[in-house]
């Protein structure tokens, strides 16, 4: 029901209604024109006062439609702005923690992200509360990029592009995993959720290369995530991450069909 209408022609009406009635008290027809004159002038008051309460409700109406929308806006915008700050502060975080471990400063994070330190430790109050969040993240990035590039690559190419940044996965963790570890004791709630999708995801990009005749029938995906973390678990390797990325291409090579 629409009760919101414009001020104009709530007057031009009121106008029009109080000539209509003036009119037929001064019609030459009605000969009891005198005699009504007082209730006339009540009824007149009455109408008018009707029609300015009604004029009020109108404006009162629109105030509230336009309070409502700037309300619902402004309710939008930080939870927009609250979640690229946190995005933000994980990126931002795991370059800090790769480049200076663990107990890389807090405050440089934030400095960094842009954001003040009240803001940062509104989303994360504790140093293992932004670890577990960065490992989170970086499992999410992986289950999020197997569907994007099963979608958008030839299902060999998504094979490896995601080994890839599994690749990366593994040095993010290999940080991350200590220090929760001594922070948190047995942090197997921040872990145990993680396996599971990391095995969906190369399992099903495994099982499209393998339909599509790219990858031999008998491999198995598991095979493909031990070689990479054997090679990342090499502590005497300093670049292991290179030579990761390197054995990505001797996998995908190695699990061609045999002809």
Not at 127 to 151: C, H, I, M, N, T
Not at 187 to 203: N, Y
Not at 223 to 247: E, F, H, K, T
Request: glycine fraction near 4%; proline fraction near 5%.
């Amino acid at each position: 029901m629409q009760i919101c209408g414009s001020t104009s022609e709530t007057s031009e009406f009121r106008q029009a209604s109080i000539s209509s009635t003036t009119d037929l008290k001064h019609h030459p027809g009605c000969e009891y024109a005198t005699d009504i004159d007082k209730p006339y002038e009540f009824a007149k008051t009455e109408l008018i006062s009707t029609f300015n309460t009604l004029t009020e409700t109108v404006s009162v109406c629109k105030l509230f439609c336009m309070a409502m929308k700037r309300s619902q806006s402004s309710d939008r915008r930080p939870r927009r702005d609250a979640q690229r700050n946190r995005e933000r502060i994980l990126a931002v975080a795991k370059q800090a923690f790769s480049q200076y471990g663990a107990n890389a400063s807090l405050d440089e994070i934030a400095k960094e992200s842009g954001v003040g330190p009240g803001t940062l430790y509104r989303h994360f109050p504790s140093r293992e509360d932004l670890l577990a969040a960065v490992y989170r993240s970086e499992v999410e990035k992986l289950a999020v990029a197997e569907r994007q590039f099963a979608e958008t690559l030839p299902p060999i190419e998504a094979l490896r592009a995601w080994m890839l940044l599994f690749v990366d996965f593994i040095a993010a963790k290999q940080i991350i995993a200590p220090a929760l570890n001594a922070l948190l004791g047995e942090p197997k709630q921040v872990f145990e959720g993680s396996h599971a999708q990391i095995w969906e995801a190369i399992r099903a990009l495994v099982k499209r290369a393998i339909e599509s005749g790219y990858i031999r029938e008998d491999l198995d995906p598991i095979d493909l995530l031990r070689a990479l973390i054997g090679v990342a678990n090499v502590a005497s390797i300093p670049d292991w991450q290179q030579s990761a990325r390197r054995l990505v291409d001797i996998l995908i090579l190695g699990s061609r069909p045999i002809k």
